[in-house]
């Protein structure tokens, strides 16, 4: 059987991040997190970076960063230079304009570019990802967004970094969509919510509306090995909310 490995999205720590990073990476390290995936440096060279992840024995498996079609392979070689101290596998774009999915010549425009850009990090032994939101599961001429994108981009190039809490929000059954795609994707997002007063509330793992147990069986079906603990945000403590979180994932593995 496959090992899952679990790690936490930095940005569900931004403000302890803020404070120290170093004692950051500590206390996800104690709480058994096995990699990070960086949302931001804080000042911090990728030497300084890696020194902590040695340190801590944490794995820098994954980063989100923005995605600029205007960049060239050139201008990118620093960027991809920095990742490749860090030791990071995984390049996720976590958002794009809906204005570039709506019309279907700029759809195509975003595919070669991602495509392009996903040939330059497989070059670098990385892979390029795209992370999920609710709005890519909008209809357009009786499609949803991420369908099309899903149809459009090269599979050995982009892969998506599916988002559960995003899924289940935007509509559709994230367990389907695992097992539907996930024979081709390596990471995942697992955040969870639930709703109060018409308005979405980020809880801990377990504590919402997601189905962890059904897509926890899907993922140990698929090819899906890093496992991404994210709270878009918090409420009162948010390193409490991570414990609590990587126990529950913990009972499901």
């Known amino acids: 059987m496959k090992k899952l490995k679990i790690g936490i999205q930095l940005y569900s720590l931004r403000g302890e991040m803020e404070k120290s990073v170093e004692n950051t990476l500590r206390r996800v390290s104690e709480m ?3 990699f990070v995936e960086f949302a931001g440096y804080f000042g911090k060279s990728a030497e300084e970076l890696r020194a902590l992840l ?3 024995g944490l794995e820098g498996a994954s980063v989100h960063q923005g995605y600029d079609s205007s960049t060239t392979e050139e201008q990118y ?4 230079q920095f990742l490749q101290t860090l030791g990071v596998k995984f390049w996720g ?3 794009i304009d809906i204005s570039k999915l709506i019309y279907y010549d700029r759809l195509i425009t975003l595919t070669q570019g991602f495509n392009t850009l996903g040939t330059w990090l497989k070059r670098s ?3 390029l990802c795209y992370h999920n939101h609710d709005f890519e599961l909008q209809f357009h001429n009786g499609k949803r967004h991420l369908d099309r994108m899903l149809d459009t981009f090269d599979r050995c190039l982009v892969s998506p970094e599916f988002d559960v809490c995003w899924l289940n929000y935007g509509g559709v059954n994230p367990t389907d969509y695992i097992r539907k795609h996930g024979h ?3 990471i995942i997002h697992l955040q969870d919510y639930k709703i109060e007063n018409n308005s979405m509330i980020f809880t801990p793992l377990g504590k919402g509306v997601v189905d962890f147990p059904s897509i926890m069986r899907a993922i140990k079906d698929s090819n899906i090995e890093y496992l991404v603990y994210e709270k878009d945000d918090w409420y ?3 390193l409490q909310d991570a414990k609590e979180s990587i126990e529950y994932l913990k009972s499901l593995i």
């Open 32 to 34: 058994g997190f096995e």
């Open 54 to 56: 040695d340190k801590y």
């Open 77 to 80: 070689k620093e960027q991809i």
């Open 93 to 95: 774009v976590p958002c």
């Open 125 to 127: 032994g990385m892979e």
């Open 184 to 186: 081709y994707s390596k």
């Open 236 to 238: 009162e403590d948010a």
